[in-house]
């Protein structure tokens, strides 16, 4: 099925239907109407990727998360869904379980798919230099949650050395001197970040950062 057996149903010509499926406001609301109960009535389904790709456009955005078994990128991935909605977009949602190399097969698939854009969290030993030689540079792209030290590319997430910092500095208003920090793997951008945010706060007071006291 065709737009042009959609067209012929409707009694409105080929570019007509064109315009209802690309949402067009040219179109008069009754056109509209008789238009889609047309394609109801003919099962017609509008093939939005070859659109797409004779568009060179696409209303599909990858989303590339590092560990969905993670609560809190679970939480992350569902607001950046919401976000996209919002704007007409709808995601591509892969899970890199922290491979690097299924990563970048991820990539590749994105790229192929002719996405509008990416906003991806990087797999935990993403290298800088090799994720500049995987990205599509011609698609648009947003890194977060974990800082790429070096890359062109866009970020947004927390600031955590300063969150981390300002905690600290919080228990020691409180009159506290011995104060710890618990944190995950040392080979976490993200935990390096708050590790220096920890110590700046205590070399800031005068109190040595104890080695012993970095968990």
């Known amino acids: 099925m065709t737009i042009v057996d959609v067209a012929r149903r409707a009694g409105v010509s080929k570019s ?25 009535a003919l099962g017609y389904v509008y093939h939005r990727g070859a659109a797409s790709l004779r568009a060179a456009s696409s209303d599909l955005v990858g989303t590339i998360m590092s560990d969905l078994k993670n609560p809190f990128f ?9 976000a996209l909605f919002q704007r007409g ?17 991820v990539l590749r698939a994105m790229r192929e798919h002719n996405v509008a854009g990416i906003i991806m969290s990087p797999a935990r ?4 230099w090799t994720l500049a030689q995987q990205w599509p540079s011609h698609i648009p792209a947003v890194i977060t949650m974990r800082r790429m030290i070096g890359s062109s590319l866009p970020y947004v997430g927390p600031d955590n050395q300063k969150g981390e910092r ?9 009159g506290h001197r011995r104060i710890a920090f618990i944190g995950g793997a040392a080979t976490m951008m993200a935990q390096r970040e708050r590790v220096s945010g920890w110590r700046d706060a205590l ?7 104890d080695r012993i006291l970095d968990l």
């Open 166 to 174: 300002a905690a600290v500095e919080h228990l020691l208003k409180l």
């Open 125 to 128: 030993g993403t290298d800088t």
């Open 16 to 40: 007509t239907v064109s315009l209802v499926l690309s949402g067009s406001e040219l179109v008069a609301e009754t056109t509209r109407l008789r238009v889609n109960e047309a394609m109801r």
């Open 74 to 82: 679970a939480e992350l991935t569902a607001a950046i869904e919401d």
């Open 89 to 105: 977009f709808t995601p591509i949602l892969a899970n890199t379980s922290e491979d690097t190399a299924r990563q970048a097969q």
């Open 203 to 209: 070399n800031g007071w005068g109190l040595a950062a």
